[in-house]
Every structure is written in C-alpha cells, then in structure tokens.
C-alpha cells in the first residue's frame, strides 16, 4: 500500500522501535526505504568529517539490517539543512514519499527539534500518513490492536480505508467516541443512543471486511484525557487520527484534543491527511 516509506532517523534509543513499526506496517518486499538523516551543521556534513564517518557507519548497519529483513531496495539520504522539520519536507517532497516514520521524545540527534509541540509542528505540517513513534510502549506487532477516535465525520474516519487494505495484518479495532459537554443526564442517554447506532454501524462494516472490532463510548472527561486513558486500559498498540486543513498550515482533527494526544499518550500514533493519496 505504502510504496515509498521515509524513516526520519535521528538514531535515537527509539530507531530500533521505529524499525519495528515499519515492519508492521510495510510488509511488501517491494517497498522502496528511504533513511534520511537531517545534518544540521554545514561541517558535519562532509565526508571527511568525524560525524559523516560515525553517523554514516550507523546508518549503513540499519540499511544492512533492512536489507536482510528482505527488503532490497533501500536508500541513505544525507541532507544538509539546519532547520531538520525544513529537511524532513524537502527530501518528502523530492522523493515523493508516501509514508512517514519518526520518533518524538527521543535522546538523539535531533532531542532538542522532536519534543513536546514542535512534533506536533512536524506531523501538521507535512501532508502525508505520518508515524509518531513514541517510548512508551513496545510490542512485536503495531497492528494488533487499533485505537481510532471518532467523531463520525468524514474526516475522523479516513483511516478506514487504511485500515481495509491492511485487513489480513489486522488484530482489532477499537472504536472510540467521547461525548463532552453535555446538559443533563437526557441529553447524554440522547448523545449515547444516537453514538451507538453509528458504532454499530461502523463495527459491522469491519465485520465485512473480517477485521475484529468493538467500540466504546466515553463521557465525563477531556476527550483528549478520555482517549489517552483508553489507550493504556485496552492495551492499544497504535493509536490512528485525522487531519483537517484550516488555511496554510494544518491542524489536526481535534485541534487540541489531537494535540494532546500527541502530547501525552506513549503509544505511537498514526496521522493521516485530510484527502487520501491516490494510491
């Protein structure tokens, strides 16, 4: 599905994760790999500087272990640009990359540029699928068990067809609609009724595609809190949201809601862009 996958490596303690959820995710041979790191220091970026002969050697031994893997066609991309979010979209730009992997929170190169909200700057600005790797949480198999919050528009369900065409790598998908704000206990039963006939809906259609799915619906706290508690309670393996377009620069499906997420929850999370490539 994803012929052309980047991984932004800053060759942090999270680069072995990142590997394991391409791996998951990417499982056809054909898959073109491309490893980019970003060199920030014009002097760096020489060969015959200490830091091209270290930090090179690095990433040859991870392409090497790609290739053994039995992925054949892979790429080191060694960029100069000292802003690394400028790099990352450049190089996706030029390659015309249609999947993104990067970690945030990590102790690498770039520990000062991927933290806290300047991730979140990354993920809204680059308008394709993104992985957030997070170092919270491990597992062998990313697909497992999918955590996708909804609030039934068209946009919160985009990864749908994602998720259609990775059905036979599919454990289950967990539905999550949080209702917030409510005015007495009418209004919730009444907000309730009218989630769950949509819930229902949507877990029978995964039905159709042989996917596993139940839902859960949510009130009383942030949905941003609600979503993030859920995620640690089912044990979630991937957590998977939307993306809006509000002028020139994009914000996510939930504006903060989704930003929190991001923020605090330690399971990697999947963004994808407002209108599906088309592939």
């Given at each position: 599905?994803?012929?052309?996958?980047?991984?932004?490596?800053?060759?942090?303690?999270?680069?072995?994760?990142?590997?394991?959820?391409?791996?998951?995710?990417?499982?056809?041979?054909?898959?073109?790999?491309?490893?980019?790191?970003?060199?920030?220091?014009?002097?760096?970026?020489?060969?015959?500087?200490?830091?091209?002969?270290?930090?090179?050697?690095?990433?040859?031994?991870?392409?090497?272990?790609?290739?053994?893997?039995?992925?054949?066609?892979?790429?080191?991309?060694?960029?100069?640009?000292?802003?690394?979010?400028?790099?990352?979209?450049?190089?996706?730009?030029?390659?015309?990359?249609?999947?993104?992997?990067?970690?945030?929170?990590?102790?690498?190169?770039?520990?000062?540029?991927?933290?806290?909200?300047?991730?979140?700057?990354?993920?809204?600005?680059?308008?394709?699928?993104?992985?957030?790797?997070?170092?919270?949480?491990?597992?062998?198999?990313?697909?497992?068990?999918?955590?996708?919050?909804?609030?039934?528009?068209?946009?919160?369900?985009?990864?749908?067809?994602?998720?259609?065409n990775l059905r036979e790598n599919v454990g289950e998908v967990i539905f999550v609609h949080v209702i917030e704000g409510v005015r007495?206990?009418?209004?919730?039963?009444?907000?309730?009724?009218?989630?769950?006939?949509?819930?229902?809906?949507?877990?029978?259609?995964?039905?159709?595609?042989?996917?596993?799915?139940?839902?859960?619906?949510?009130?009383?706290?942030?949905?941003?809190?609600?979503?993030?508690?859920?995620?640690?309670?089912?044990?979630?393996?991937?957590?998977?949201?939307?993306?809006?377009?509000?002028?020139p620069i994009k914000g996510l499906l939930m504006g903060s809601t989704a930003q929190n997420i991001l923020l605090n929850s330690g399971?990697?999370?999947?963004?994808?862009?407002?209108?599906?490539?088309?592939?």
């Amino acid at each position: 599905m994803f012929s052309r996958v980047m991984l932004a490596l800053d060759l942090s303690e999270l680069t072995s994760r990142m590997l394991d959820v391409f791996y998951s995710i990417c499982l056809s041979p054909e898959t073109e790999v491309h490893l980019l790191h970003v060199v920030k220091k014009p002097e760096d970026y020489a060969k015959t500087s200490p830091y091209y002969k270290k930090t090179y050697s690095r990433l040859n031994g991870l392409a090497q272990d790609i290739k053994n893997a039995g992925y054949d066609k892979v790429e080191i991309l060694w960029e100069s640009n000292p802003d690394v979010l400028n790099g990352i979209q450049k190089a996706v730009d030029q390659y015309d990359i249609n999947l993104l992997i990067m970690a945030s929170h990590g102790k690498g190169l770039w520990a000062s540029t991927f933290r806290g909200s300047s991730t979140f700057n990354a993920v809204r600005a680059i308008d394709i699928p993104t992985l957030v790797v997070k170092g919270d949480y491990k597992c062998s198999d990313y697909l497992q068990r999918i955590l996708l919050p909804t609030d039934f528009s068209r946009k919160s369900l985009i990864a749908l067809n994602f998720i259609r065409n990775l059905r036979e790598n599919v454990g289950e998908v967990i539905f999550v609609h949080v209702i917030e704000g409510v005015r007495g206990d009418d209004e919730l039963l009444e907000n309730k009724e009218m989630a769950e006939d949509m819930l229902v809906e949507l877990c029978n259609e995964m039905q159709n595609f042989g996917i596993k799915s139940r839902y859960v619906i949510a009130d009383g706290g942030a949905a941003s809190k609600e979503i993030c508690k859920l995620a640690e309670e089912e044990n979630c393996s991937i957590v998977i949201t939307g993306k809006t377009g509000a002028g020139p620069i994009k914000g996510l499906l939930m504006g903060s809601t989704a930003q929190n997420i991001l923020l605090n929850s330690g399971r990697t999370l999947w963004v994808m862009p407002d209108e599906e490539s088309d592939e």
